[in-house]
């Protein structure tokens, strides 16, 4: 049966890709360094991919530390967690961006927030208690 398994997103700065991602609880998954094609990927999630989680591909192309433009087409990365508030402390705390404090969504009740990591791509906080 098919599933999704990842999106991938090209970084900057590996290391600070990695240590953004993990104030949000995931952990690097499994790396492969690429010495031919001079890039190196990190995946990254919440469960091993035998769990059947959907994961994030950062690709860091070596030397190319300038960035990448994020584009118009892409929207943002969704995250479920216990309490919207505090996640959003946490990254405020580990030095990331807050575009958007916690709070219900406009004209509903869920509770969100919306966070950057350091290549600019946002990440909405969804509260899930469960």
Do not use: C
Request: no cysteine; glycine share 12%; hydrophobic share 40%.
């Amino acid at each position: 049966m098919p599933r999704y398994l990842h999106t991938m997103v090209r970084v900057k700065n590996l290391d600070a890709s990695i240590a953004f991602y993990k104030l949000l609880g995931m952990h690097e998954l499994r790396r492969r360094e690429v010495p031919e094609g001079q890039y190196t990927l990190v995946f990254i999630g919440y469960a091993d991919n035998a769990a059947g989680e959907a994961e994030i591909e950062l690709t860091y192309n070596w030397g190319k530390d300038d960035g990448y433009d994020v584009g118009t087409g892409f929207g943002h990365f969704a995250v479920g967690v216990p309490d919207v508030a505090a996640a959003v402390e946490k990254v405020r705390a580990g030095g990331g961006k807050v575009t958007r404090e916690a709070g219900p969504v406009k004209f509903g009740t869920s509770v969100i927030a919306f966070v950057e990591d350091p290549d600019g791509y946002k990440i909405e906080l969804i509260q899930r208690p469960d």
